[in-house]
């Protein structure tokens, strides 16, 4: 049997691509005046294009191949359960058992407070379980009108409706109408854009009492939930100073709202801890969860419910009229089962902490010494570099997104694959990248810094 990468080149498989294919995410007039490039393999840290050309993935696919490509166990597991129960539904008094023992891994690995998982098939979908689980929660409760959930702008939460409207990036909610009823924004922890000449310290408090302001200006009896990524990744690696999430749950607990952590890009290793909620030292009420949970591998999402919230429903809820049909996939679950086992066997989440992520980091630091970079920031396998005209003044480029597309594109031409968010570059590796395989990827991005600097005469 022939695989497919065998069955059409590069140009074959643009052209019926062009013809069929609308991709997320895209400008497909922009995408087709130059041709997709396609994907066809991948192994460690390494894909490769149609030509055969290798790139070093500094961005985990999207943020989600943690053990990295190429883990035939994971393969193996798949086939074995597809051959097994490839599928059957956990709705009427029904389970299956790849889906129950990853959720007992699941109370294994994250904080003491959760015991108890609902699934999901993506980090979308377990937004969009949070949106219900929170005002169910109320009306289980008592409290009909706490209702409304708090979030921020530049946040990222999924591409649903409800996931869209949590998320802060308002040119998705003016293209879907968004956001619906009872969510609104706060503006996030983002020291370099919003700071001024505040220190961190000073400038963690001033952002995380926007919360306090605005549950007082709502009423505390109308708000249910604060939902945040611990590091908002797709907003461009916006690291909050380490006093905002403890003066964020103060808060919540103050006011009796709910806390909840996507942490859909920071779970499972990625700042060197399992979640990044331990990172910054908090204690979510509930927990969502995709990506790094399969590494990718097979789609699958949850969400974590502490005891107190899971209590609550189960005690006095009655039935919660809500799931998926593929909430707790045998085979997905069965590849997330194993993907976390090879995470914890492997001690990469130590790994990250103690030994590549401060070496990474280190590394990254001195790209912050480029006259094109503003500031290089990060924490364990995520980070960012902010494109700027001048240093000195924090003057960004005008108009903003193009250096960033520019550098991206030099990116990808020299082997290396890095994300811009606007200006902003990002990186978020495989968690088991060596510390050559660093200093590769430390090399690559200094030459396209230098491309870029040079392509947009900064000096
Ligand atoms: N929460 C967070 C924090 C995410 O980063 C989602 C939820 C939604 O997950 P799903 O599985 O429904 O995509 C995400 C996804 C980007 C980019 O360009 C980031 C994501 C998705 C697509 C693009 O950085 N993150």
């Not at 408090?205 to 505390?220: S, T, W």
């Not at 700027?388 to 694959?417: H, M, S, Y």
Request: hydrophobic share 40%; proline share 5%; charged share 25%.
């Amino acid at each position: 049997m022939s695989t497919l990468r065998e069955r059409h080149d590069t140009a074959g498989w643009q052209a019926l691509d062009r013809q069929h294919f609308l991709h997320p995410f895209t400008d497909h007039k922009s995408l087709h005046e130059h041709g997709t490039r396609v994907i066809t393999r991948a192994d460690g840290v390494y894909l490769w294009d149609s030509e055969g050309v290798r790139l070093l993935d500094a961005m985990a696919g999207l943020w989600c191949v943690n053990v990295g490509y190429g883990r035939h166990e994971l393969a193996d597991v798949a086939a074995a359960q597809m051959r097994e129960l490839p599928y059957y539904n956990n709705f009427f008094k029904t389970a299956n058992p790849p889906a129950i023992a990853l959720s007992a891994l699941l109370a294994e690995v994250t904080p003491p407070q959760f015991s108890r998982v609902f699934y999901a098939g993506s980090g979308s979908e377990a937004n969009d379980t949070i949106v219900r689980l929170v005002r169910r929660y109320r009306d289980v409760r008592g409290e009909p009108k706490r209702k409304t959930i708090i979030s921020r702008w530049q946040g990222y939460h999924g591409s649903t409706v409800a996931g869209a409207s949590l998320g802060g990036m308002s040119a998705m909610h003016e293209q879907g109408d968004l956001p619906i009823p009872g969510i609104v924004h706060i503006d996030p922890p983002y020291w370099y854009g919003l700071g001024g000449e505040l220190s961190q310290e000073e400038f963690g408090l001033k952002a995380a009492r926007l919360l306090e302001e605005k549950i007082l200006e709502l009423g505390p009896e109308t708000v249910t939930a604060f939902i945040g990524e611990p590091i908002q990744g797709a907003g461009g690696v916006i690291i909050p100073p380490m006093n905002y999430w403890p003066e964020i749950e103060r808060i919540c607990r103050k006011y009796g709202v709910l806390l909840v952590a996507d942490e859909v890009i920071c779970g499972f290793g990625r700042t060197g801890n399992w979640f990044g909620c331990e990172t910054f030292g908090f204690k979510p009420d509930l927990m969502a969860m995709a990506k790094g949970m399969s590494s990718g591998y097979l789609p699958i999402g949850g969400v974590m419910v502490s005891d107190e919230v899971a209590n609550t429903l189960i005690a006095d809820g009655g039935e919660f009229y809500h799931g998926y049909t593929y909430s707790g996939h045998p085979a997905c679950s069965a590849v997330a089962e194993r993907n976390i086992r090879i995470i914890r066997d492997e001690g990469l989440v130590e790994r990250v902490r103690t030994d590549t992520g401060p070496y990474l980091q280190a590394r990254w630091r001195e790209l912050g010494e480029h006259p094109l970079v503003g500031e290089a920031r990060g924490v364990g396998f995520i980070g960012a570099l902010e494109l700027v005209k001048d240093k000195a003044t924090r003057t960004r480029f005008d108009p903003l997104g193009e250096t960033g597309t520019i550098c991206r594109d030099f990116c990808f031409k020299n082997g290396l694959v890095m994300r811009a968010v606007w200006d902003t570059m990002i990186m978020s590796p495989p968690l088991i990248m060596t510390r050559a395989e660093i200093d590769e990827f430390i090399a690559l991005a200094r030459r396209c810094l230098d491309l870029t600097a040079e392509a947009v005469g900064v000096k």
